[in-house]
Protein backbone atom coordinates (compact mmCIF):
# COMPACT_ATOMS: atom_id res chain seq x y z
CA UNK A 1 0.00 0.00 0.00
CA UNK A 2 1.46 3.36 -1.34
CA UNK A 3 2.04 5.36 2.22
CA UNK A 4 1.80 9.26 0.21
CA UNK A 5 2.86 12.73 1.18
CA UNK A 6 2.42 16.24 0.16
CA UNK A 7 4.85 19.10 -0.19
CA UNK A 8 3.24 22.18 1.52
CA UNK A 9 3.90 25.39 0.66
CA UNK A 10 3.15 28.48 3.04
CA UNK A 11 3.84 32.04 2.94
CA UNK A 12 3.56 33.44 6.64
CA UNK A 13 4.02 37.42 6.95
CA UNK A 14 7.00 38.96 7.85
CA UNK A 15 7.62 42.38 8.86
CA UNK A 16 9.98 45.01 7.05
CA UNK A 17 11.00 46.05 10.63
CA UNK A 18 14.47 44.95 11.87
CA UNK A 19 13.50 41.94 14.37
CA UNK A 20 15.88 41.44 17.86
CA UNK A 21 17.06 37.71 18.43
CA UNK A 22 14.38 36.07 20.31
CA UNK A 23 11.44 38.29 17.98
CA UNK A 24 8.36 36.62 17.42
CA UNK A 25 8.70 36.56 13.82
CA UNK A 26 5.22 35.37 12.59
CA UNK A 27 2.28 34.27 14.67
CA UNK A 28 0.36 30.25 13.97
CA UNK A 29 0.05 30.42 10.49
CA UNK A 30 -2.35 27.19 9.31
CA UNK A 31 -0.25 23.98 7.28
CA UNK A 32 -3.35 23.39 5.27
CA UNK A 33 -3.80 19.36 4.24
CA UNK A 34 -0.56 18.49 6.64
CA UNK A 35 -2.07 15.16 7.61
CA UNK A 36 -4.62 12.46 5.03
CA UNK A 37 -7.53 12.31 7.28
CA UNK A 38 -9.23 14.46 9.80
CA UNK A 39 -7.44 14.07 13.11
CA UNK A 40 -4.83 12.03 11.56
CA UNK A 41 -0.81 12.18 11.88
CA UNK A 42 1.71 12.79 9.23
CA UNK A 43 5.96 12.83 9.25
CA UNK A 44 7.50 15.97 8.79
CA UNK A 45 10.12 14.76 6.85
CA UNK A 46 12.07 17.93 5.58
CA UNK A 47 11.63 21.79 5.72
CA UNK A 48 12.81 24.26 3.25
CA UNK A 49 13.04 28.03 3.50
CA UNK A 50 13.04 30.42 0.93
CA UNK A 51 14.02 33.68 1.92
CA UNK A 52 13.78 36.69 -1.34
CA UNK A 53 16.32 38.45 0.73
CA UNK A 54 20.07 37.32 0.42
CA UNK A 55 21.19 36.63 4.10
CA UNK A 56 21.34 33.74 6.07
CA UNK A 57 18.74 33.85 8.91
CA UNK A 58 18.07 31.03 11.23
CA UNK A 59 14.44 30.95 12.15
CA UNK A 60 13.20 28.74 14.99
CA UNK A 61 10.05 26.63 14.08
CA UNK A 62 7.33 25.74 16.71
CA UNK A 63 4.59 23.69 15.32
CA UNK A 64 0.93 22.74 16.99
CA UNK A 65 -2.01 20.96 16.75
CA UNK A 66 -4.35 24.25 17.51
CA UNK A 67 -3.79 28.18 16.18
CA UNK A 68 -2.90 29.53 19.60
CA UNK A 69 -0.67 33.04 18.80
CA UNK A 70 2.86 33.15 20.40
CA UNK A 71 2.43 37.01 21.52
CA UNK A 72 -0.98 39.08 21.16
CA UNK A 73 1.17 41.82 18.80
CA UNK A 74 4.07 41.74 16.75
CA UNK A 75 6.20 44.37 16.93
CA UNK A 76 9.76 43.61 15.43
CA UNK A 77 12.86 44.69 17.69
CA UNK A 78 10.77 46.11 20.60
CA UNK A 79 7.35 42.87 21.50
CA UNK A 80 10.49 40.56 23.43
CA UNK A 81 9.91 37.40 22.31
CA UNK A 82 6.78 34.68 23.11
CA UNK A 83 4.52 35.96 25.70
CA UNK A 84 1.96 33.16 25.66
CA UNK A 85 -0.28 31.91 29.01
CA UNK A 86 0.13 28.46 30.66
CA UNK A 87 -3.26 27.92 29.22
CA UNK A 88 -2.88 29.12 25.72
CA UNK A 89 0.15 27.41 25.11
CA UNK A 90 -1.84 23.84 26.56
CA UNK A 91 -4.47 24.49 24.70
CA UNK A 92 -2.05 24.94 21.47
CA UNK A 93 -0.70 21.50 22.26
CA UNK A 94 2.78 21.40 20.64
CA UNK A 95 3.63 19.11 18.60
CA UNK A 96 7.38 20.09 18.02
CA UNK A 97 9.82 22.54 16.99
CA UNK A 98 12.97 22.87 14.48
CA UNK A 99 15.69 24.98 14.00
CA UNK A 100 16.49 26.25 10.57
CA UNK A 101 20.03 27.14 9.82
CA UNK A 102 20.71 29.42 7.07
CA UNK A 103 24.14 28.96 7.18
CA UNK A 104 23.93 24.94 6.55
CA UNK A 105 23.07 23.99 3.54
CA UNK A 106 22.00 27.42 1.78
CA UNK A 107 22.01 28.45 -1.76
CA UNK A 108 22.56 31.33 -2.62
CA UNK A 109 19.85 31.88 -5.78
CA UNK A 110 21.06 35.57 -6.80
CA UNK A 111 18.26 37.47 -5.03
CA UNK A 112 17.49 35.60 -1.81
CA UNK A 113 18.51 32.32 -0.34
CA UNK A 114 16.94 28.49 -0.43
CA UNK A 115 18.13 26.62 3.05
CA UNK A 116 17.10 23.57 4.92
CA UNK A 117 18.70 21.95 7.82
CA UNK A 118 19.61 18.07 7.79
CA UNK A 119 21.96 18.48 10.58
CA UNK A 120 22.30 16.09 13.12
CA UNK A 121 21.26 18.61 15.71
CA UNK A 122 17.79 18.45 14.72
CA UNK A 123 15.36 15.54 15.73
CA UNK A 124 13.76 15.08 12.01
CA UNK A 125 11.17 13.51 11.61
CA UNK A 126 8.43 15.38 13.90
CA UNK A 127 4.98 13.77 13.84
CA UNK A 128 2.32 15.89 13.44
CA UNK A 129 -1.30 15.60 14.58
CA UNK A 130 -4.19 17.55 13.95
CA UNK A 131 -7.13 18.23 15.89
CA UNK A 132 -9.89 16.53 15.41
CA UNK A 133 -12.48 17.43 12.45
CA UNK A 134 -9.25 19.00 10.61
CA UNK A 135 -6.48 17.94 8.45
CA UNK A 136 -4.41 21.19 9.28
CA UNK A 137 -1.51 21.88 12.08
CA UNK A 138 0.17 24.95 12.88
CA UNK A 139 3.38 26.86 12.86
CA UNK A 140 4.95 30.28 14.27
CA UNK A 141 8.23 31.74 13.88
CA UNK A 142 10.46 32.57 15.95
CA UNK A 143 14.09 35.15 15.14
CA UNK A 144 17.29 32.98 16.16
CA UNK A 145 19.31 36.27 15.28
CA UNK A 146 18.74 39.75 14.30
CA UNK A 147 16.86 40.12 10.82
CA UNK A 148 15.36 41.96 8.27
CA UNK A 149 13.00 41.55 5.69
CA UNK A 150 12.51 43.44 2.16
CA UNK A 151 9.02 42.70 1.85
CA UNK A 152 5.61 41.54 3.99
CA UNK A 153 6.17 37.75 1.06
CA UNK A 154 9.61 37.47 1.81
CA UNK A 155 9.28 34.28 3.01
CA UNK A 156 8.23 30.97 1.96
CA UNK A 157 7.82 27.83 4.13
CA UNK A 158 7.83 24.18 2.17
CA UNK A 159 6.94 21.54 4.00
CA UNK A 160 7.83 17.74 2.93
CA UNK A 161 4.95 15.34 4.77
CA UNK A 162 4.73 11.60 4.50
CA UNK A 163 0.68 10.91 5.24
CA UNK A 164 1.18 8.07 7.83
Known sequence: ???GGNIIKISP???TSAYDAGDVLFNAFEIKN???EKGGVSRLMSVVANSYHDAT???DLIFMKNSKDLITSISPG???GPAM???DAKEAEFLGTILLDGSIRSSDWGGGRLYTNRS???SYPILLKAAEGSRSVYVAGIAFDAQTYGGVKDLDLIFHVEYL
Open 78 to 80: SSG
Open 34 to 36: AVR
Open 1 to 3: MAI
Open 57 to 59: DDI
Open 13 to 15: PVS
Open 85 to 87: SDD
Open 120 to 122: SSN
